[in-house]
């Protein structure tokens, strides 16, 4: 699918925007998505299928200078056209890799937000599974939407995309790739938009003794 996906997303690039950008209310609405995520000052934050970057500077004014976001894409011209729109912007990283495997150590950022792209990551095991590696302990794991589940699944589909692959899964697979990770859940909401935030939670088995 890295292939596909790589394809998919370079001929979009050049055409691909997202309402916010000029209607005031739709930005309002991801302004309130993002205040329940939880980001604090300072924070390392990764924002895997990053896309054209339109979505980052949201995360920048709740980091402050001392955060830093590290945008990933698969897409070398979305990541182009990213740099392009955060021309002006501080505190960034750009790597233009799959998000299946992110060249960085383990337990390095305090926080993954994923925003209208889980949905294309494909097989979604491995990316839990690298997303709980990147992360610290008590790090956070958000996946988010600005649209329900089953709406974002329509769009796909009308959109042509293969949904064996491309899929926003239903509630009880998603808790069950999480948990099975290791992740604790700790919201979910899938009525006027879709998020789910998660934990990564390592026990310290003698100190429990």
Not at 9 to 23: Q, R
Not at 121 to 135: A, D, M, Q
């Amino acid at each position: 699918m890295e292939n596909d996906n790589t394809i998919i997303f370079n001929n979009l690039a050049d055409c691909y925007k997202n309402p916010w950008i000029k209607d005031k209310k739709e930005r309002q609405r991801i302004i309130d998505i993002v205040n329940k995520f939880g980001i604090k000052k300072g924070m390392q934050i990764l924002e895997p299928g990053c896309g054209n970057g339109e979505f980052t500077p949201f995360i920048l004014k709740k980091i402050g200078k001392k955060g830093v976001v590290w945008l990933v894409d698969i897409s070398d011209k979305m990541l182009k056209i990213a740099k392009r729109n955060l021309k002006n912007k501080k505190n960034l990283r750009y790597i233009n890799c799959c998000a299946s495997k992110i060249p960085v150590e383990k337990n390095f950022f305090d926080m993954v937000i994923v925003f209208n792209s889980f949905p294309h990551f494909y097989p979604k095991k491995i990316f839990i599974k690298e997303f709980y590696r990147v992360l610290k302990n008590n790090g956070f794991l958000i996946i988010a939407h600005d649209f329900p589940r089953e709406k974002i699944n329509r769009i796909h589909n009308k959109a042509n995309f293969d949904m064996d692959k491309n899929l926003l899964p239903g509630k009880r697979e998603m808790f069950k790739m999480l948990k099975k990770q290791g992740f604790v859940i700790k919201r979910y909401d899938n009525k006027v938009y879709y998020l789910l935030i998660a934990i990564k939670i390592i026990y310290n088995v003698r100190s429990a003794i």
